[in-house]
């Protein structure tokens, strides 16, 4: 019972979005295979890495309200204070927006950066330029969601990039959401953009890696030292 256990442990869970993509992958491999086998092999190593982007691993998220934890994994790409998308019906003032690139290996699984109750949820279509471009937030195609907070209203924008054409939110209007609870799915390669109001400060700094539910990316002052955590 101890090795299944320790089996289990080191196995990641995939998201069962990715379950298709991953046949498909396997199947077109096999059917490749019978023509040339070398691209059977090919096709093996792209399921593999189909398996991989679809790992959906536990996490342990700090509960406290005055902090916000990573929605995504991967790289820290801007954080500064702009003007937030006019679909959040945030106002014009700048917020803290803090981004975070995904590539074709990070996970893609988003978590809620804070609990609350999503106000509502307005999806965009546009462009699929770079995602990691400044402009992407205002041209790339995206899904953004406005989540009422204790520390006020945040918005959470899920962009699209070169390769990703799919953005899955599985949340609707009215949804209460933890901190670090599964929200949505970016398919191969993306970003996230937090944006938060006054009295938050940033906890990253640009280039630094970030894991989705657990790294902590901005926090207000007046919040505890030390607090619980969950896993998920």
């Known amino acids: 019972m101890d090795i299944l256990t320790s089996i289990r442990n080191v196995l990641v869970p995939i998201h069962r979005a990715g379950y298709p993509f991953i046949a498909a992958f396997f199947v077109a491999s096999v059917i490749l295979g019978f023509f040339w086998q070398p691209l059977f092999w090919i096709g093996l190593i792209l399921t593999l890495w189909c398996v991989l982007f679809f790992r959906d691993p536990e996490r342990v ?34 917020m803290l927006r803090i981004s975070i690139f995904m590539n074709v290996f990070d996970c893609h699984v988003n978590r809620a950066p804070m609990r609350g109750r999503i106000a509502r949820i307005a999806y965009r279509e546009g462009e699929f330029k770079n995602a990691e471009l400044d402009k992407a937030s205002e041209v790339n195609e ?27 939110c599985f ?26 109001p006054e009295g938050a400060k940033p906890r990253v700094a640009e280039g630094q890696k970030a894991v989705a539910g657990e790294t902590v990316i901005a926090e207000f002052a007046d919040g505890p030292s030390t607090y619980p955590a969950r896993r998920d």
């Open 61 to 94: 998220t700090p509960l406290a309200d005055h902090v916000t934890v990573s929605p995504a994994d991967g790289r820290v790409s801007l954080v500064g204070h702009v003007s937030p998308p006019a679909e959040l019906e945030l106002g014009p003032d700048p």
């Open 142 to 168: 995206r899904n953004s969601m406005v989540i009422e907070t204790p520390r006020g209203e945040i918005g959470v924008v899920q962009i699209a990039g070169l390769v990703a054409r799919r953005i899955l």
């Open 171 to 196: 949340a609707a209007t009215g949804d209460r959401l933890e901190a670090g609870e599964r929200f949505g799915l970016i398919r191969f390669g993306s970003r996230l953009d937090i944006y938060l």
